[in-house]
């Protein structure tokens, strides 16, 4: 085959995975065409990637993460930790994340982890999960050994050219994440020169940065950034990169001139941030590009917007994905304008919007492509809303946490076709009546009751009848044999019980129920970040 016709070949490959997301062939043959030749792969069909379920084995002691299809990230299990066994169910996963107990396992025997291991990442915190012991750092030479390596997570450890060396010699790496850590001279600036680096997250680094090396990043296409404050050099290095197509900032200033510089940005999340420029707004809608919005929990350094400037993002008319919680979040009428003028919406965020009601929510029922909604929160939305919500024809998840719904809502929840995760925390209204009609629902598979005070023991016999995956609760009212019923929910793999009662989920509990069920995975440590009904909105 010529290079001509190899280059012909990805392309087509490209447009086959496009037409179908799930031809993982396609898009097999297309990044490797793409590696062929020296050209960057696209972090869409990186991201496209789902390996399939697996079993993964080691004799060492080891925390286990992934990163699920739709993003949602997820602690899966230990291997030799704390009684753990050598094995654990792996779930359809974009990537598995390794990360070693300290004097346990030493960093660089986690080599045998990677390539044939199933390993396609590594979690490096300062200290073990389980024994709370200092991790060291691997040696470059065995960081440089790690086949297959390519996403990087690090907590609060120092990054030096010989890590950086190493990384660029793999030409793997196409996901960095970094908190708390430091950088020495050149370390950086060689970190973002990475050839194959499509995502950089950095998070409160533990000194003043070098935000102008980021001009060096030439396959960069997501960057996210928080406590992490950009100089004016930076500023101008972001606007270079031709390929940044998504930007988050969070917890830090986000200067006016850096929105007028990234023209094609698709993605753009803006959260905490407390001194946002007045006319950001404005100067948001004229980025025609976008696809996902975040403006959550925001508040500015001069008049902040009214509903009139608000009501120029309906101008985006790409736009897919829109998360407006917090302050923006102002009520029925700005609701109604934005539905109107944004009528394609599969992903739409309203967390704390205290002045939505039940008759603003009616204009809902206008968003058919609708898959995930965040009402969380809202304090005004009860059994009324639910009503419209449970009729849009695409919806997939929903968090209606700390709302006014009912047992009455919950019944009309299970009647939604394609409702596959729904979160409940805080809905007191919702008792054991409300849980029995969930059970019946026709596609749920995941479902947060946490400080629901309604579910007892009979809530959780009527979940056996349902396609529940994973559960999360802490059910205040649940007795000890309540615990042993939980046995009997035969399709459950996770359960959640992070602020569960101890005395009623002792240990032996947990064990019994363990040995009724071998396969479920428990999830109950502050540690053990349990999965999200809704996937990260960039």
């Known amino acids: 085959m010529t290079r001509d016709d190899d280059v012909e070949d990805h392309r087509a490959a490209e447009r086959r995975f496009e037409a179908d997301p799930a031809d993982q062939a396609a898009l097999q043959r297309a990044i490797a065409a793409r590696r062929r030749h020296g050209l960057p792969v696209p972090l869409a069909l990186l991201e496209g ?65 990677f390539g044939d291991g199933g390993a396609t990442g590594l979690t ?13 750092f691997p040696p470059a030479r065995a960081l440089g050994a790690m086949a297959g390596l390519e996403r990087l997570d690090l907590f609060g450890h120092t990054i030096d050219p010989a890590t950086t060396q190493a990384l660029e010699a793999l030409g793997s790496v196409t996901h960095v994440d970094l908190e708390a850590c430091a950088f020495l001279p050149g370390a950086f600036a060689a970190l973002a020169r990475l050839p194959s680096l499509a995502s950089l997250r950095l998070n409160r680094p533990r000194q ?18 928080c406590d992490a404050p950009l100089d004016a050099a930076g500023v101008e290095a972001l606007a270079r990169l031709p390929t940044l197509r998504a930007l988050r900032v969070a917890n830090q200033p986000l200067p006016a001139r850096l929105l007028d510089g990234l023209p094609h940005l ?45 009501r120029r993002l309906a101008a985006l008319g790409r736009l897919e994905a829109l998360d407006l919680s917090g302050p923006l979040a102002r009520g029925d009428a700005l609701l109604a304008d934005l539905v109107a003028g944004l009528p394609d919406l599969r992903h739409l965020h309203l967390r704390f919007g205290d002045a939505l009601t039940d008759a603003g929510a009616a204009a809902l029922r206008r968003l058919a492509r609708l898959r995930r909604l965040s009402l969380a929160t809202c304090v005004d939305l009860g059994d009324r809303a639910v009503q419209v919500v449970a009729r849009l024809p695409a919806l997939e998840a929903l968090d209606l946490s700390f709302t006014r719904v009912s047992d009455e809502g919950a019944a009309a929840l299970a009647e939604a076709p394609g409702l596959r995760a729904l979160k409940l925390a805080g809905t007191t209204g919702v008792t054991g009546r409300g849980v029995a009609a969930l059970a019946r629902s026709p596609a ?62 002792t240990r032996a509990r947990l064990k019994s129920l363990l040995s009724a069920r071998p396969g479920l995975r428990l999830h109950t440590a502050s540690e053990e970040r349990h999965v999200e009904v809704l996937p990260p909105l960039l």
């Open 49 to 113: 990637v789902v390996r399939p379920a697996r079993t993964f084995t080691s004799s060492r002691a080891l925390n286990l993460r992934v990163v699920l299809p739709d993003g949602r990230p997820s602690l899966v299990g230990r291997t030799n930790v704390a009684g753990a066994g050598d094995a654990v169910e792996v779930p359809a996963h974009r990537g598995l994340l390794v990360g070693p107990e300290p004097k346990k396992t030493a960093p660089e025997q986690l080599v045998e982890c």
């Open 124 to 136: 490096l915190t300062t200290v073990g999960v389980a024994t709370g012991e200092r991790v060291p």
């Open 266 to 310: 698709e993605r753009l999340g803006v959260e905490w941030v407390h001194t946002l420029p007045a006319d950001a707004v404005t100067r948001i809608s004229r980025l025609e590009r976008l696809v996902a919005l975040e403006l959550a929990n925001v508040t500015f350094s001069g008049v902040t917007p009214d509903a009139a400037a608000l």
């Open 444 to 505: 749920l598979e995941e479902l947060d009751l946490t400080r629901c005070m309604g579910v007892d023991d009979d809530a959780l016999s009527s979940l056996a009848a349902s396609r529940l995956r994973a559960l999360r609760l802490d059910a205040h009212r649940v007795t000890p044999a309540g615990v042993a019923r939980l046995a009997a929910l035969e399709r459950l793999e996770d359960l959640y019980l992070a602020g569960a009662d101890p005395t009623v989920f």
């Open 208 to 225: 003043q940065w070098a935000s102008a090396a980021l001009a060096g990043a030439v396959a960069l296409e997501r960057l996210d950034l």
